[in-house]
């Protein structure tokens, strides 16, 4: 996709914000209670960066993903990540045909949507191809690289209380993903409300009781992200930016901080945020709304400070209180 270079109207902006709240309340309607998961979700997609969900079985993880797929007609692959889970079993393999000659045959990264779920029970091979794709956009097999999807976006999901025949994910995994968002429980009267769905016919397991049988289009997406890159950041946001990465590496709360790539994916999320917001500059805000989301798998919490429960959303909060915004 070329990057726009002229400047970006005002009712641009707040053109494709419209698209952007209708997209938000069609997957409302279906992803009940968890308009926080689904703001971080849709602002990672148009940062055209990967998410990785985490919360307990149950808490509509995949029903999120092929919501997304449905509402703006794009391809939904899914991959079961399980221990024996091979490398060419997600990549594609060549197939010698009967005359002889190898053909590829495409594995289920090839298409827009891809869920990983439960990521971490893959095995390392099988992640770092996994990650090759992630970065590259593209897969390499038998030395031939084979370009995926211009939409293509990793979804992966993992139990954060299930360990038992996992493989924890490597920094440099973590690292490739541009959220990592939190799914919890749903509030009562939003689970209520899921029953009644259920009563009125809604299954999880039927698309087509989803309601979302008019998608708005991939070229939506397209759209969207244009208009991302051209949302105005001006230097003292920069700055303000680099600060906060900076300072989760000075923090005795933690043994880790984030990377530069943390930098640019705060960056991105920005300006996704004020695009969701149809503005076409970023606010120290749209910063501060983002950076858990941006940050809380990029960075790692002393060991002995976790014992007594601190955790990586308690350290990122403490730095955006030190941390002057700009006026």
Known sequence: MERPDVGLAAGDVERQARVAHDLLARLGGVVLGQEVVLRDALAALIARGH???EGVPGTAKTLLVRSLSLALGLEFRRIQFTPDLMPSDVTGVNVLGAGGNFSFRPGPLFGDLVLADEINRAPAKTQAALLEAMQERSVTVDGVSHPLSAAFTVFATQNPIEFEGTYPLPEA????FLVKVLIGYPESETEQALLHRVLEGFEADDPSSYGLDRPLGSAALGLLRATRHRIRVEPPIVGYIAAIVRATRRSPSLTLGA???GSVA????AQATALLEGRDYVVPDDVK??????LR???FVAPELELEGVTADTALRAILE???APK
């Not at 705060?266 to 999320?269: E, I, N, P, R």
């Open 51 to 53: 998410v990785l969900l």
């Open 173 to 176: 995994e973590l690292d490739r």
């Open 259 to 261: 990377s530069p790539r």
């Open 266 to 269: 705060l960056l991105k999320l």
């Open 289 to 294: 709304s983002t950076a858990l989301a941006g």
């Open 297 to 299: 798998h990029r960075v």
């Open 322 to 324: 030190q941390v002057d």
